[in-house]
């Protein structure tokens, strides 16, 4: 009932920038969390930032904390991971999610995700 779509991933040098973007469309609320995970080979699903439903409210990892920002539009449907100063050590391919209730840091709080997007980070 809900799809994602993420883009904005990229090959990027160390302390560059890179903009995800995530857009949802089908039957679709403004009342839900938000997050954004990433999973790198060989590794398990990692969180690394949620936003909650009006936006006001936002987490993050603590090895993203100062770097990245995240951020969402109800009227445009959309999430945003503005990511800055990145790291050899953020390269994942990462996922937008939705959570409808009882929302956390884990990937099976969330109820809807997107395809993925490959961000690398060279040294």
């Known amino acids: 009932q809900v799809q994602l779509v993420e883009s904005g991933g990229g090959l990027v040098q160390a302390g560059g920038s890179l903009r995800l973007s995530c857009a949802a469309s089908?039957?679709?609320?403004?009342?839900?969390?938000m997050g954004w995970f990433r999973q790198a080979p060989e590794k398990e699903r990692e969180f690394v930032a949620r936003?909650?439903?009006?936006?006001?409210?936002?987490y993050y990892t603590d090895s993203v904390k100062g770097r990245f920002t995240i951020s969402r539009d109800n009227a445009k449907k959309t999430a945003t991971l503005q990511m800055n100063s990145l790291k050899p050590e953020d390269t994942a391919v990462y996922y937008c999610a939705v959570c409808i209730f009882n929302c956390g840091s884990y990937p099976g709080g969330y109820d809807y995700w997107g395809q993925g997007t490959q961000v690398t980070v060279s040294s």
């Open positions: 089908g039957r679709t609320f403004s009342r839900y969390a």
């Open positions: 936003i909650n439903w009006s936006g006001g409210s936002t």
